[in-house]
């Protein structure tokens, strides 16, 4: 079904009855429950769980499968004076896992080389060029945040020259794992963990988390800040752990320390004090996410890292004129594509398009555009 005019319609669920809602009669009026069991949340259980998160949050890291793995592996990285890679994606969950996992390492003394790719030179996902960059600058160990599941080849062109490969990802594997130290992912089948839809900052997390816990220190809340970035910024459900990473999360950003984020605050007319997730998805990320959209992602990077009041303020205009680029390149973009898909006439039920003034930084905005306004799939290359 199908509400509202224009060119951005509502598309709403079907009407439920008496028995659909009845799993929480007595606990929230009707119309609340309507409301719930339409987002998932369906039995009491749920209930409690969003209302009143459980006093165990966040989880034993221990419990993803390969947690143990990993740190063993990053104890013996610690123990003989490993250099370790942290490869990220381009993307705010990348971003912010890759500076989680660097922090939280540098904290042991570890030393730490960051690699985000570059959206158009390279690409998505680990690749040989990136492991022959990082294996030249003494990497032994790499560690991928939000990639590497799929990644079966790379993995096994980073042991035949000796670099082992820790996986952590929350997108589906697909006909197994590689064959890499440990893949730590809670989508992977026969693991133990309670929540499946962490995203790759919130998997960064657990690791770091892990990592604190099993040398008996406490880790530092300010990495919570950088969780909540991701999640927001990935769309991930908020729910359970996510919903508790987002909480706390968001009062960390409220005092956050971090000069590039004071900085990103000032220029995006951001009250640190009245910080919400809708904050982060329409004032935050789309700055952090135009370095990878329009440059470089090792920007956002640095300016969520920096201790630096100076290089703060100098990422921050870069990041404010990215996206200012990247605003009117979606435009442009936007415009050529209406046209193209005018010129087709009757529409097909995929949309396919091409163009090459497209800009491969935007076509993922452009098809999620046609999608909204046409309500079919939609491919827009670059």
């Known amino acids: 079904m199908a509400a509202g005019g224009g060119e951005h319609p509502w598309s709403l669920p079907s009407a439920l009855d008496a028995d659909d809602i009845g799993a929480l009669d007595g606990h929230v009026p009707p119309a609340i429950a309507r409301v719930l069991v339409k987002r998932g949340i369906d039995t009491p259980q749920k209930l409690s769980a969003l209302l009143d998160p459980p006093h165990k949050l966040p989880y034993d890291p221990l419990r993803i499968s390969g947690m143990d793995t990993a740190l063993k592996r990053l104890s013996a990285a610690m123990n003989d004076g490993e250099r370790v890679g942290v490869f990220g994606d381009f993307d705010v969950d990348g971003i912010t896992g890759t500076a989680i996992i660097c922090e939280g390492l540098s904290s042991f003394g570890i030393p730490v080389t960051p690699y985000l790719p570059h959206r158009v030179d390279e690409g998505h996902g680990l690749s040989n060029r990136a492991i022959d960059t990082l294996a030249e600058q003494g990497v032994t160990l790499i560690i991928t945040v939000d990639t590497g599941i799929t990644s079966f080849e790379e993995v096994d062109y980073a042991k035949s020259l000796g670099v082992d490969v820790i996986i952590t990802d929350h997108h589906l594997p697909h006909d197994g794992v590689p064959n890499a130290v440990t893949c730590l992912n809670p989508k992977i089948p026969g693991g133990d963990y309670p929540f499946f839809e962490l995203c790759g900052a919130g998997i960064g997390f657990k690791l770091i988390q892990g990592l604190f816990e099993s040398h008996g220190q406490p880790w ?45 605050y000032s220029s995006a007319r951001v009250d640190p004090g009245e910080i919400t997730a809708e904050t982060v998805s329409f004032q935050i990320a789309p700055r952090l996410n135009s370095a990878g959209r329009m440059g470089d992602a090792m920007d956002s990077f640095r300016l969520l890292t920096t201790t630096s009041t100076e290089e703060a303020s100098a990422l921050t205009h870069k990041l404010e004129s990215l996206n200012i680029e990247r605003r009117a390149a979606t435009e442009e973009a936007n415009a050529i594509a209406s046209g193209l898909v005018e010129d087709l006439g009757e529409l097909p039920s995929l949309l396919v398009i091409s163009d090459e003034r497209f800009i491969r930084g935007v076509s993922g905005l452009i098809a999620g555009r046609l999608v909204d306004k046409h309500r079919r799939p939609a491919v827009v290359i670059a």
């Open 220 to 264: 530092d809340p300010a990495l919570l800040e950088l969780a909540a970035l991701g999640t927001i910024a990935d769309l991930v459900p908020l729910l359970d752990e996510n919903r508790y990473l987002v909480q706390e999360g968001l009062r960390e950003l409220a005092n956050t320390r971090r000069p590039g984020l004071r900085a990103l």
